[in-house]
């Protein structure tokens, strides 16, 4: 099993930066993709960021250029560095940990991010 515990979200305004954080602790040793997704009141979930662990990332274009996923050296700590925050980028966002079969099987209790105009 894996835990995993997000923190960092709060209320930014627009053109500002935020940093989320992603804890991860249990059997974390064959993890082989961390990613981040959100969720906006009344929108279906979508992923923002996915880091393999061989560093390899992905983000939609919605967010490219924005957002840089990264992970620490122990790799028991994932971050989601997001700049240029736009009031679209308000959600709640995820953490999730280990691809298996396309699906995330791990997922943290969500952090609240609020951009204001």
């Known amino acids: 099993q894996v835990q995993l515990m997000e923190s960092g979200g709060g209320l930014v305004q627009a053109g500002g930066s935020l940093r989320l954080s992603c804890a991860a602790s249990?059997?974390?040793?064959?993890?082989?993709?961390m990613g981040w997704h959100r969720q906006a009141p009344g929108k279906q979930r979508e992923l923002v960021a996915i880091?393999?662990?061989?560093?390899?990332?992905h983000y939609p274009d919605s967010v490219k250029g924005r957002f840089t996923i990264s992970m620490d050296s122990a790799k028991t700590t994932t971050y989601l560095q997001m700049n240029s925050l736009e009031p679209e980028d308000t959600a709640v966002y995820y953490c999730?940990?280990?691809?298996?079969?396309?699906?995330?099987?791990?997922w943290g209790q969500g952090t609240q991010v609020t951009v204001s105009s």
């Open positions: 249990g059997i974390i040793f064959n993890i082989n993709h």
């Open positions: 999730a940990a280990n691809l298996r079969n396309g699906l995330f099987e791990y």
């Open positions: 880091v393999s662990k061989d560093g390899n990332t």
